[in-house]
């Protein structure tokens, strides 16, 4: 039972967030009520139906009815009736569900503006998202439960992907129209996501006492080792896992090498890679991410894009020299010597890189010239992929440093720099170019291409001298 | 003519944390023999093994691998095998592809893959990836990725480790079948059937008190 203490904590604790939060977040609504540019509406919502789709994706991949370690062992194989084991997880799901829902709507309106009746639009809007927010969690217990629901989920993602596909290629058409909805439309829109969320949420509070155990120990599984990468701050340990978890049970069609000596290295990560059709499709669809962001009217959030997308596509064709640099076993078995490993390594990264970095400027108009930034940052992309795939775990013995700010461990902050320092430094020439747009970007070019190759040659000559 | 040893390490002494792990071992081995290393668990076979592939230093002694002191180079690991701990497996490929690997980065192998995979009793899992079989049949792929290379010696750390009785028989035939074409085998076992059945030369290391 609840002593007045506990009442007191809670009661203070939203009194003292409601005053931290409640000014800037009266701006933010008072910032909402503007005409929105029709040119910019339909990229802004391409780029909510993609954090929509992520959010779906997230969800699915979760579970997302999972239990804590002595509950998964405990109490869900006891005779306690399902849905009593799993009411805190049900309420963790509906806070996650209405925080993601409220931001989601905040995303909605500040696309598409509230030039009047913004009480009205918002509120709409609010209601759209809560119940995109708990209607796609209730679609992920129901999936969670029955395979029929998980494929009606799955298909609802890639409707999703579709839509923000069509959203972003369709111009300025959908923006003029969406615009200026008349607020009867909005309101009947928002009537009719709750009714179909408030739909989908009992059927799941039902399915709730259905979820298969395997299926909830299997979810629990998976958060157990996300945990612990996150307690241990330890995330190349989680990665692995996913890996791993990929490929075990699973058959495979074994063809023989078309090259030999060292380049197998290289051609094993091609090979890896074409394995997993569906992340490389999510790599090729990313690079028109940044266009959207432009489109948007969100050029900081762009050039993120375009930095962030570039070093996930090199970083995600380094896991052999991730593997050999977790365990050089196997690569003493090859007898391939380190620094030529680690040549032929650079490969797989600098061209996937090149290919991302160059289709995403092409993609965003900025014509062919600035696409060749693509390919000449491609070996610098290697290099900082290279390093983060050969890092060390965290050094959590490290220092922490205290700033007025707050406490930075330097441990995790290091791990996090490393890969991505070298990246940006030998991006600079690039940068420069995209900044200040000379008329003549081929000296810059010229440079990028310079020190991508110094930077690649050195690293590969200094780093690979470590032994395997 | 006298036959140089394949190995020959005198008075080796290795200290770990302050403590003595190996005093004044001394181990020969010539091409075509066989040797087990054996002794109880903490009697320090596997820091042997180590030493000899170059991955532990000792404080005192003297170890030639091939007529040059052992180091971790891949001029090195041409010539020497290390079989230990299970390897971490490359993602995304079957066990047959990562036999072909080895064959194909050494541009030659010791044997086809096929009568590889046959041999090791792997013939019907050569398309799964390594993580999908159990204990014993990963140690399996593990030895074969090191018997289907070219090498002169095998280093190996509790080869039995996971192995069913009937698979240590064969890999018993295999072991010396290597050695009769002229490679030397040392391995730490606690097996002393497996060391028997294949004709190995015993020493025995006793844990430094």
Redesign the interface.
Known sequence: MRRWQDWYTTLLTIAVVLAVVGQPVASLLGDLAHQADPRRVGSGLALVAVAYAGYLALVRMAGPVVLGAADASWRLLSPLPRRTVLGRTARALLVVSVLGGLVLGVALVSVLGAPDLLPLRLTAALVVGLGAGLGGMALGVLGQALPTWDTRLQALIAVTLAAAVLLAVSGSGPGRTLTALPAGLTGALACCAAAVAAFLVRRAWTALDRVPARAILAASARSGRVAQATVTLDPGALTWAVEDNHWRGRALRSRRWPVSGAWTLAWQEARRITRRPVRLAVLAGATALPTLAVNAGLPQVAAALVIAGALIASVSVTSGARRDGDNPALLRMLAVGSRAALAVRALPPALLGACWLGAALWLSGAGAWWSLFGPACGPVLAVGALRMARRRPIDNSMPVIDTPGGAIPTGPLLWALTGVDLALLGCVPAFLALAVRPADPLPLLAAQMVTGLVLLGGYVMFSGRRPA | MTVEPTIAAHDIQVDLGGQAVLREVDLTAAPGEIVAVIGENGAGKSTLLRCLAGLETPATGRILVLGDPPT???TF??EV?????E????????????L???T????DGRMDVGAALAAFDLGGR????P??LSTGQRQRVSLA??LV?PSRLLLLDEPERGLDTAFRDRLADILREYAVRGGAVVMATHDLGLAEACGARLVRLEAVR
Do not use: I, M, N
């Open positions: 971790d180079t891949a690991w041409r095998a290390l079989t230990g701990d390897p971490a497996w490359y993602p995304g490929l079957s066990v047959q592809e990562h072909e690997l080895v194909t980065t050494h541009r050569a398309d799964l990836h993580l999908t990725t090191a290379r």
